[in-house]
């Protein structure tokens, strides 16, 4: 099994990007994304799973997670930019269903995906 993130790229203050995750060979009950900023640990960004979604305080209102369920693939749509959002962001599923609360522990997460970066500069 594979996930396969993309979407990233250089994008102004205020602006745009949707992120994609393809999971290949399974499907899985919760799906997470995940940042990096240089020099800083990786973060919990938001979490999916049947009947809820969990996002971290600074992106929520800003970003969306979401299925594409004909293509089995995540989705992460990021408006509003800011520059402390410019991370490497990484997908990440695990076949459990997880309570909100856990969405945030990467642990608990079985598979990740490589990295696509993001940045948000002027």
């Known amino acids: 099994v594979q996930l396969q993130a993309s979407g990233g790229g250089l994008v102004q203050p205020g602006g745009s990007l949707r992120l994609s995750c393809a999971a290949s060979g399974r499907t899985f009950s919760t799906y997470g994304w995940f940042r990096q900023a240089p020099g800083r640990e990786r973060e919990f960004v938001a979490g999916?799973?049947?009947?809820?979604?969990n996002y971290r305080d600074s992106v929520r209102g800003r970003f969306t997670i979401s299925r594409d369920r004909a293509n089995n693939a995540l989705r992460l749509q990021m408006d509003n930019l800011k520059p402390e959002d410019t991370a490497v962001y990484y997908c990440?599923?695990?076949?459990?269903?997880?309570?909100?609360?856990?969405?945030?522990?990467?642990?608990?997460?079985?598979?990740w995906g490589q990295g696509t970066q993001v940045t948000v500069s002027s």
């Open positions: 999916l799973r049947p009947g809820g979604a």
């Open positions: 990440a599923a695990t076949s459990r269903t997880l309570i909100l609360s856990s969405m945030a522990r990467q642990n608990e997460y079985s598979n």
